[in-house]
């Protein structure tokens, strides 16, 4: 039988993000999973072992740059997924609903270019998978947050703990109104949630948390409470793999 939650999609394509945030995006996009119509993924996944980010010794044996562009053209029916990355192996065509680019997320021009090559397409999700040091986060969340749909959401994953403070400040200046959390559920990757603003009910929003954040944090805890076995600590990733520790530090 064919996988089919996000977290098993990722798996089955030998991509290490099912096990690190499978359970996160489980909770956050499948009850949208049929409405959302455009993602951007920043980080494709070479295999060149020497790049910065690269999945090599990181995927499993059968992973191929796109493991997760093709697990979320699987998980979201109606969308044109777009992978955006700077290694020249990981640019590919002919795989349905899939559009790879070449562009760093970090230079604006670069961008805004990739971004007005898919209009009227907006996004209705980024995932921020690329450089992950943080001024590399903050610089592709200004070159692509604003970009999202009202309502749409921005991840930003692998966030190191000395990174928070600098990205929610960013993002304060670069919208103000957004609201975001921090996820810690899986251990230490870490990652940031945010979500555009619609517009709509700021009066209500300044009374209580927003419906969707409390609906997470809730959704959260029960799906780590089911996979416990699944949490690993940064001891348990420098057992594993010394190359996801220095991936981690961003080296
Ligand atoms: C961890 S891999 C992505 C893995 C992929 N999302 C998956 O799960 O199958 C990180 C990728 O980010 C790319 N990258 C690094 N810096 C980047 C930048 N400034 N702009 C775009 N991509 C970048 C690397 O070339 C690498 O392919």
Known sequence: MQPHGIGALLDAEGSDKGLWYGGLYGVLLEPSREQIRCVVEIGIGTVIPEAAGSMFGIGNDNYRPGGSLRAWRDFLPNAAVHGVDVAADTQFTGEGRITTHLCNSTDTEQSAAMLRSIAPLVPDLVIDDGLHVEAGQIATLRNFFPALRPGGLYVVEDVLETAIPGIL???????????????????????????????????????????????????????????????????????????????????
């Open 169 to 251: 400040e960013a993002l304060q200046t670069i919208d103000p109104e957004c609201d975001f959390f921090v996820d810690r559920s899986w251990g230490e990757c870490v990652a940031i949630i945010a979500r555009k603003p619609t517009g709509q009910n700021k009066a209500s929003r300044t009374r209580r948390p927003a419906r969707w954040l409390e609906a997470h944090r809730q959704g959260l805890q029960a799906a780590l409470a089911a996979s416990k076995k699944r949490r690993r600590t940064m001891a348990d990733i420098v057992r594993g793999s010394r190359r996801r520790l220095r991936y981690l530090i961003g080296n």
